[in-house]
Structure formats: C-alpha cells, structure tokens
Nanobody, 114 residues
Framework: QVKLVESGGGLVQPGGSLKLSCGASGIIFSISVMGWYRRAPGKERELVAT???????NYADSVKGRFTISRDNAKNTAYLQMNSLKPEDTAVYYC????????WGQGTQVTVSS
C-alpha cells in the first residue's frame, strides 16, 4: 500500500520560510517522480514543483527563485523549501508521487499572513 505523509505546514508571516517534508512508503522511492502541488481556496490544484529520479526539476513560474524541491532517496523523503513566502502562497500543499500510477498525500496547510 502506497502512503505519502506530508509535514511541515503552518502559519508564517510574509517573507518567512517553511520546509515541507513528504515521507513515502510502498513505492520504490528512488525511481519515482516526486512533486508538490497546491490548491488555494476557490482555485484549481496547480503544480508547484517536480523532481525526477534523475534529478530533473521543474517549477511553476510563480515559485521560481523562491522554492526549492529536493529528495533524499536514503530516507524515502521529498522536501519543499519555501522562502520569501507571499500571501498568495496560502494553500493546501499535496505531495505527489508517480510510480506506475499517481499517488497523493493528504495535504498540509500553509498559511502566509501577518
């Protein structure tokens, strides 16, 4: 059974930072594509960043230069370092894995507000 568990969300002031983690089980993590998506209130789910098994990385234009995706295959964990956070980054952030099929975590809330 595939399981993705996110952690690290919370409330942060504009300009602040957060680091999200996604622990994976039930997949061969090292050959899986990992990623982060988000859904803001009243909006569609959107891609934030992905990282392939070969460490090819893609970012949404809205987060380039502020967010960094990474992975630690030894720990079966993907990360999303978020810096210079803006109120418009407020959303539920979902971990994503592609290993034959698509898998999603339960989501973690990120709120950027003063």
């Amino acid at each position: 059974q595939v399981k993705l568990v996110e952690s690290g969300g919370g409330l942060v002031q504009p300009g602040g930072s957060l680091k999200l983690s996604c622990g994976a089980s039930g997949i061969i993590f090292s050959i899986s594509v990992m990623g982060w998506y988000r859904r803001a209130p009243g909006k569609e789910r959107e891609l934030v960043a992905t990282i392939s098994s070969g460490y090819n990385i893609n970012y949404a234009d809205s987060v380039k230069g502020r967010f960094t995706i990474s992975r630690d295959n030894a720990k079966n964990t993907a990360y999303l370092q978020m810096n210079s956070l803006k109120p418009e980054d407020t959303a539920v952030y979902y971990c994503y894995a592609f290993y034959g099929s698509r898998y999603w975590g339960q989501g973690t809330q990120v709120t950027v507000s003063s």
